[in-house]
Structures are given as C-alpha cells and as structure tokens.
C-alpha cells in the first residue's frame, strides 16, 4: 500500500536531486502494477491529526494516520516516528 503523501514526498525528494523524471518512470510502473495499491487521504484521516501529537512533521501525521486506519506496519528509521507511542513500525 501507498499513500498519496508518499508519492509527493519522492517527487519532492527526487526533484530536488535532479532525478525528476525517475519519479514518473516509478509512478508509470505503479500504476501498471497489480501490486501496489494507492490509499488516499481521508476527510477522517484529517479529523484524527490530533490523535498523534508527539509527532512534529505533518507529513509523518498523515503518513501515521493512514498506517493507523488500515492497520499497517510502517517500515522506517525516522526516529521520531519509532518513538512515538501511537505508531507501530519495523526497521
């Protein structure tokens, strides 16, 4: 599962590094892939922010959130993200 913050993270980071185009090659091979699947960003989602207040960056909110509503596991090494009480995570 993928979450839309994601996609605009990477595009972000990978624009950054002048890589810009390696993002679209990725998406073309996401969206022609039964593996993966794209979950948005909820109303509800948005409603449950507050929820997680020890962690600082809303980019690592929404990204907990979504997790928390689906009942994933986030793969990371964000320590503040593996710190906080209301995320489960694996590294």
Known sequence: ???FIV???LYFLLKKFGR?????TAMNKI????DYEIDPL???DIRHLA???DLSEMHDRLIAVQARRVGAVLV???S????????????
């Open 1 to 3: 599962m993928i979450w």
């Open 7 to 9: 996609l605009a993270e």
């Open 20 to 24: 810009e185009a390696a993002f679209f």
């Open 31 to 34: 969206q022609a892939s039964a």
């Open 42 to 44: 909820t109303l509800d």
């Open 51 to 53: 929820s997680i207040p």
């Open 76 to 78: 990371t090494a964000d």
């Open 80 to 91: 503040e993200i593996q710190a906080s009480a209301h995320v489960k995570w694996v590294w």
